[in-house]
C-alpha cells in the first residue's frame, strides 16, 4: 500500500510553500525571546565574541576534553559552536570560570522540538512514517478533486478508502491481487466509487489543507539537516579578565603507530619513532592549541539532555453523577430512650472530640503553608532575580581540591602548539629515542613456523601505547606487527614476520611417576606422587648468520622447573628459553620439570577399600605388615555383609515359596491333594524361621566386625617414604 502515497505526493508537490517559522519556535517563544533580548540589551551589549580553542586532550575511550579561553571586558556575550551530536555531551560536563569576579548570567542554546511533538500540532494526525492508506485516511471528510478517472474530474468529499482482493482469472487456481477504491461523494450528492490507479489524481480542494500537507513535509525534511548548535553565555562583571569555557565531547580515537629503524651497522640499538594520528570533526578549528593524548579509557556515556523531554501524564475521566431511583427503606428496630444523666455525658464526649479534631487540621494546615512559603523563600534565595548563577571560585576555595595523577592512564602532553583545522587530520610526533632492541627468533607450539622478533627494551619515560609498528633494517622495509603497551622499563617480544631458515623439533617426551611418602592418620590414607618430566627440543639453523632463537615451552600448573637450564624471561603461560645457533648447525634444549601429586583415600566401614588396600600393600614388605591387620578386618566385614545379603535372598525365596503353597491349599481345600502342599508349607515355615535365627547371628557378628574394622583404622597410623615408580612412559615427538 505504500507505493500508492506517490499518487497523493505528486498532487501535494505543486503546492505553494507557506512561509514558516524555524523548526522548533513558536510565535510565543519568538516573542519571549524578543523580551528577553530587550531586557538583556540594558546591560549586556549585542558585541559577540567568538571564545577559541586552547586546549585538547584525547582519550582512547572516544571522548575528548575541550578548553577554550579568552579575555572579555566588562558584560559581554560570548559564543561557542558545537554540532548537534557533541550538545548532549556539552551540556552534561560543561563548566565555566571567570577570573576576574565575574560571573554567568546564563547560558544559551538554539533547540528543536522533537518530530513526532511536531507532528501533533498538525491536524492530519499522521505519524512520521505514514502508509498510503493512513493519508487517504486523514483526507476523510475533506473537499477533494479527482481527475484522471472515468467519467471526467469529480469534485467531492472523500468518505472513505478500501482494500479489495479479487482474482485476476475465471479459475479458482488463479492469483489474486488487491485493488484499492476511493468512496467519494460528489458536489450533487451522488456516491462514486473509483478505483485507485496510477493515472489517478486526487488534490485537496480546501486551502487550509493543503498547507497542513505542506507543513507536514516540511517538517519531514527538516529530519535530514543537522546544523550547527551556537552556544551563548552571558559574561556579567567589571574591566578586562580571562574566562575559561571546558567540556567533554565525542571524538575519533586516536591512534599509536611507531617505526623501529635499525642502523646499518649494529650497535644493539634501535631508533624508536612514535606517532599518533588525530582527527578534528568538531566543529571549530584548532589553531595554536596545547594537545595531550591519553592512552586510558574514564567512564563516560551519553544522555539526550538537549532533547526536550515529555512526560506521559495519565488521563483521569471526568466523574459524572449517577442517576437515582425512587426507593424504600426500612425502618429501624426500637430503641430504649437514654436515661438524663446519660446523655449530656455523652454530648459533651462528642463536642470534646469535635473541637480537638478541628484544632487538629487548622494547626496542620497552617503548618503546611508555612512549610510551603519556607522552601519559597529557600529556592529564591538559590534562584531568585538577581542571585545570578553561582560562580565555580564561590564554591570552590583555594585547598578545597587537589590534583592527583591519572588512575592507570599515561599521557603524552605536546611541549609545542599544534593546529588542525575542522575536518581535518594529523599524524603529531610523540617519541623519538634510541632503545635496546635484539633480533631473535621466536618459537612457540602455538604457532606453525618461527616469527622473527624484535626484543624491545622500554629505556624512555613514556610508555608505548597499543599500536602498530613497522620495522626497517638497511634501509628497507622488514615487516610490521601489533604491540601492545609498553610501560618505561618493560621488555617485550614484538614479532613481525615469519623466519623460514629456522626450523624447531619437539622431540618425545619423557613421563616419570614416582610414589615417594604414604602416609595415614585419622582413617585418610595420602599417597604423594612426583612427576617428573623432560622435554627435547631440536633447534635447526639454515642461514648464512648465527640466531638467538626463543622457545616457548608451556607451563604447568603446580609444577616447577628441575632442569639446569634456566629460562631468560618468565610469563604466565610459558617459560622463554634462549638457544644461540650457529649458521647450519643445530642445537639441543632439554627442559625437566617436577610436579607433586597427592591423592586422599578416607578408609572407614562404609566402603569396600579391600582392593586398594592390598594394592597399595605390595608396594613394600613394611607396609604390608602394617596394613595386614586393617586388610583383614576389611575382608571380614565385607565376607559378613556378603552372607546377610544372601541370607536376605534366601528369605525373600522362601516367602515366595511359602504364599505359593498356601495359595495351594486354599484352592484344594477338602481334597486329598491338599495334604502334600499342608507338608510343604510347614517346611517352608521351619526353614524361613531357621533363616531369621541366622540373619540375627550375622547381624551381630557384623557389628562387631564393624566395631573392630573401626578400632583397626583409628589406631593404626605411620609415614613411610618410598622410592617406587608408579608409571614411566615416552610421549611421541610433537
Excluded at 584525547?58 to 576534553?65: A, D, H, I, R
Excluded at 451522488?190 to 493515472?199: D, N, Q
Excluded at 529557600?378 to 571560585?393: E, Q
Excluded at 648468520?545 to 626463543?550: F, K, P, S
Amino acid at each position: 500500500m505504500r507505493p500508492l502515497l506517490i499518487v497523493l505526493g505528486l498532487a501535494v508537490s505543486t503546492f505553494a510553500l507557506a512561509l514558516e517559522p524555524p523548526v522548533g519556535t513558536t510565535a510565543k517563544s519568538q516573542h519571549a525571546t524578543q523580551q528577553g533580548s530587550a531586557g538583556a540589551s540594558a546591560t549586556i551589549p549585542p558585541v559577540v565574541k567568538d571564545l577559541p580553542v586552547r586546549k585538547v586532550v584525547l582519550y582512547k575511550n572516544g571522548v575528548g576534553y575541550f578548553e577554550h579561553a579568552g579575555s572579555v571586558s566588562g558584560n559581554q556575550r560570548v559564543t561557542i559552536d558545537f554540532t548537534s551530536p557533541q550538545l548532549n555531551d556539552v551540556l552534561q560536563s560543561l563548566t565555566v570560570l571567570d577570573e576576574g569576579g565575574g560571573r554567568i548570567g546564563g547560558v544559551n542554546y538554539n533547540s528543536t522540538t522533537p518530530l513526532a511533538e511536531q507532528l501533533k500540532s498538525l491536524s492530519l494526525g499522521m505519524g512520521d512514517d505514514p502508509t498510503s492508506t493512513e493519508l487517504f485516511q486523514a483526507l476523510r471528510g475533506q473537499r477533494v478533486e479527482v481527475t484522471g478517472g472515468p467519467g471526467g474530474a469529480i469534485t467531492g468529499r472523500l468518505m472513505s478508502i478500501e482494500a479489495r482482493t479479487e482474482k485476476t482469472g475465471a479459475t479458482d487456481n488463479d492469483s489474486t491481487v488487491d485493488r484499492f477504491y476511493l468512496t467519494l461523494i460528489a458536489t450533487s450528492g451522488a456516491v462514486r466509487v473509483i478505483e485507485l490507479t496510477p493515472a489517478l489524481s486526487v488534490r485537496p480542494v480546501e486551502p487550509n489543507l493543503q498547507g497542513e500537507l505542506d507543513r507536514y513535509l516540511q517538517l519531514l525534511s527538516t529530519t535530514h539537516s543537522t546544523g550547527l548548535r551556537h552556544l551563548t553565555l552571558d559574561a556579567l562583571g567589571q574591566g578586562q579578565r580571562q574566562l575559561r569555557v571546558s567540556y567533554i565531547s565525542e571524538v575519533p580515537v586516536w591512534k599509536s603507530t611507531y617505526r623501529i629503524v635499525f642502523p646499518h651497522e649494529a650497535n644493539g640499538n634501535a631508533t624508536v619513532q612514535g606517532w599518533a594520528v588525530v582527527d578534528n570533526t568538531v566543529g571549530a578549528d584548532w589553531d595554536n592549541v596545547q594537545l595531550a593524548l591519553v592512552a586510558g579509557a574514564p567512564q563516560s556515556f551519553i544522555q539526550p539532555l538537549s532533547q526536550p523531554l515529555y512526560t506521559r501524564r495519565p488521563e483521569i475521566p471526568i466523574a459524572t453523577a449517577a442517576e437515582t431511583t425512587p426507593q424504600t427503606h426500612e425502618a429501624a428496630e426500637m430503641s430504649p430512650v437514654p436515661s438524663p444523666e446519660v446523655v449530656p455525658r455523652a454530648i459533651a464526649k462528642s463536642a470534646n472530640q469535635t473541637v480537638s479534631v478541628s484544632e487538629s487540621f487548622g494547626v496542620a494546615g497552617m503548618e503546611g503553608t508555612g512549610s510551603g512559603g519556607s522552601m519559597g523563600i529557600v529556592a529564591g534565595r538559590g534562584y531568585g532575580v538577581g542571585s545570578g548563577v553561582y560562580r565555580a571560585s564561590d564554591a570552590l576555595q583555594q585547598g578545597d581540591v587537589s590534583t592527583n595523577a591519572f588512575d592507570d592512564f599515561f599521557e603524552y602532553a605536546l611541549t609545542q602548539p599544534v593546529t588542525i583545522h575542522k575536518n581535518e587530520s594529523a599524524m603529531v610526533p610523540i617519541l623519538q629515542q634510541d632503545l635496546p632492541a635484539e633480533h631473535v627468533t621466536l618459537w612457540s607450539g602455538n604457532e606453525t613456523n618461527p616469527l622473527r622478533a624484535v626484543w624491545l627494551e622500554n629505556k624512555s619515560s613514556l610508555t608505548l601505547d597499543t599500536g602498530s609498528f613497522s620495522i626497517f633494517e638497511n634501509g628497507e622495509f622488514a615487516g610490521e606487527g601489533l604491540l601492545d603497551p609498553i610501560h618505561p622499563g618493560e621488555k617485550r617480544l614484538l614479532s613481525y614476520a615469519s623466519d623460514q631458515a629456522v626450523k624447531v623439533h619437539r622431540g618425545g617426551l619423557m613421563e616419570t611417576r614416582t610414589l615417594h611418602h604414604i602416609a595415614m592418620h585419622d582413617g585418610v590414607l595420602v599417597e604423594s606422587t612426583s612427576e617428573v618430566t623432560d622435554s627435547t627440543y631440536t633447534v635447526s639453523n639454515a642461514a648464512t648468520e648465527a640466531r638467538t632463537v626463543i622457545v616457548e615451552h608451556p607451563r604447568r600448573e603446580g609444577s616447577e622447573l628441575n632442569s639446569d637450564v634456566k629460562p631468560a624471561e618468565t610469563t604466565a603461560a610459558a617459560y622463554r628459553f634462549r638457544v644461540a645457533v650457529d649458521s647450519h648447525k643445530s642445537a639441543d634444549l632439554h627442559v625437566g620439570e617436577r610436579a607433586t601429586l597427592s591423592e586422599r583415600v578416607v578408609i572407614n566401614p562404609d566402603f569396600d577399600r579391600t582392593a586398594f588396600l592390598i594394592a597399595v600393600s605390595k608396594y613394600t614388605p613394611d607396609l604390608e605388615e602394617k596394613l595386614r591387620p586393617l586388610i583383614e578386618a576389611e575382608t571380614a566385614l565385607t565376607d559378613l555383609n556378603r552372607k546377610l545379603a544372601e541370607n536376605q535372598q534366601k528369605q525373600k525365596t522362601l516367602g515366595d515359596d511359602e504364599t505359593r503353597a498356601r495359595e495351594n491349599l486354599t484352592a484344594l481345600k477338602g481334597n486329598d491333594a491338599a495334604k502334600r502342599f499342608v507338608e510343604e508349607l510347614n517346611r517352608a515355615e521351619d526353614d524361613i524361621d531357621a533363616a531369621r535365627k541366622e540373619q540375627k547371628s550375622l547381624e551381630t557378628q557384623r557389628d562387631a566386625a564393624r566395631a573392630h574394622l573401626t578400632a583397626v583404622i583409628a589406631q593404626l597410623s605411620f609415614d613411610s617414604d618410598l622410592n617406587v615408580v608408579t608409571k614411566s612412559n615416552q610421549i611421541s615427538g610433537v
